[in-house]
């Protein structure tokens, strides 16, 4: 029973590693016009820094990866919020709770059209492509995100980090973080070729409908 049982999650594995790999090269091939399209958006409201934003980030088995994002926030995004959560108790509160803030005073304008549209995130087919990300899997974590995830976190980094995934198609930032991390450890542990399926469908539903753009 063991051995049927290793066997099938290998199979997945496999068909979902192709899988990725040929939506990783396709989004490649969309992302070289776009990433025109996004710099000289920012050009023209007179921002000619990087459109790129780099993070560590926790990789399945709790392996470093760099994350690759289009831009969605002014430079020195993470000094500002330290400061910020510092001088607004109540904001920090809603910070605490949920991990992010509903109206965020980092996010520039061409980052907020990125966030609605959920394009921001199109660099990461570079992650999936060098496989470090998947094309569906749990949220890939900061680094100072760990701690707070306690007893979800070995569940959770079982498996790769996701473009999508569960919590992204169920409330996403309307979730706090304890169920963010509920549904994540759910994903890890019950992750199939049916659920995959089940969630790529809902993402397309989630980001016509612009559920939790933000």
């Not at 090269?25 to 016009?33: A, D, Q």
């Not at 025109?36 to 000619?48: E, N, P, Q, R, S």
Request: charged share 30%; hydrophobic share 40%.
């Amino acid at each position: 029973m063991k051995g049927k049982k290793q066997v099938r999650e290998k199979i997945y594995l496999f068909i979902k590693r192709i899988f990725d790999i040929i939506c990783s090269i396709v989004g490649i091939i969309f992302l070289i016009p776009l990433t025109i399209i996004v710099k000289l958006c920012y050009i023209l409201t007179g921002d000619f820094s990087s459109i790129f934003y780099t993070q560590k980030r926790i990789g399945q088995h709790g392996k470093i990866f760099n994350l690759y994002k289009y831009r969605t926030m002014v430079l020195n995004a993470d000094d500002i919020i330290e400061k910020w959560l510092e001088e607004n108790p109540d904001i920090r509160k809603e910070y605490l709770k949920n991990r992010k803030l509903k109206n965020d005073p980092r996010i520039t304008k061409i980052g907020r059209l990125l966030r609605i549209a959920s394009l921001d995130e199109f660099p990461q087919f570079v992650n999936v492509l060098k496989g470090e990300m998947s094309l569906i899997g749990n949220r890939p974590y900061m680094l100072r995100e760990k701690k707070d995830m306690g007893k979800y976190y070995e569940d959770i980094v079982k498996t790769k980090p996701g473009i999508t995934g569960l919590w992204q198609v169920s409330g996403r930032n309307a979730t706090t973080f304890k169920k963010r991390l509920q549904l994540e450890q759910k994903y890890s542990k019950t992750c199939s070729i049916k659920l995959d399926i089940k969630i790529l469908l809902k993402t397309f539903v989630t980001v016509l409908k612009r559920d939790g753009a933000l």
